[in-house]
């Protein structure tokens, strides 16, 4: 499976969202990660239309997220950015060549399809049984205090 770098940086946002306390702006988003405004704004838009996060205007403008973290899932955000559609498209190969197999003799998904749909499903699955309140408790628990605190405050500063 191959996600776009989107997903990562949608991920981050969703976790400094979540604990902002005020909307931010997607330039100060776009700076505490080091990456291009417009490029985040792409993301950020993606996940507006998905209905995770919302903009608001005015001179404390920004960012927030439309629900509690712990309603946002892991695969909220990967849909939201990178579609919802599977990673693997059957093509049905054993139509073809000199060996095809008639498509009425094709009633049920080969193996092949048959193992790559369940894999999918099992991804699926694991994302979707992560909230971002979980990757938040996990960033607490992992990144020393003092860099949270300054973090923190550098958002509102």
């Not at 191959?2 to 976790?15: A, D, I, N, P, R």
């Not at 093509?91 to 498509?103: D, I, K, L, S």
């Not at 048959?114 to 979707?128: K, N």
Request: charged share 20%.
């Amino acid at each position: 499976m191959k996600m776009s770098g989107g997903v990562e940086w949608g991920l981050h946002c969703c976790v400094v969202l979540s604990g902002a306390g005020a909307p931010v702006p997607a330039a100060k988003l776009a700076e505490l990660h080091d990456v291009s405004q417009s490029y985040l704004a792409k993301q950020l838009q993606l996940l507006s239309r998905a209905g995770l996060v919302r903009s608001t205007l005015g001179q404390s403008g920004g960012y927030v997220l439309t629900r509690a973290a712990t309603e946002i899932t892991v695969l909220d955000v990967v849909e939201a950015i990178d579609g919802v559609e599977p990673a693997f498209r059957c093509t049905e190969v054993r139509q073809r060549g000199p060996m095809a197999v008639p498509a009425e003799r094709c009633d049920t998904p080969c193996p092949i399809a048959r193992t790559m749909e369940s894999a999918d499903r099992a991804w699926r699955e694991s994302l979707r049984g992560v909230t971002i309140a979980d990757l938040v408790t996990d960033v607490n628990r992992t990144t020393p205090p003092e860099i949270l605190a300054q973090a923190r405050a550098w958002l509102h500063a």
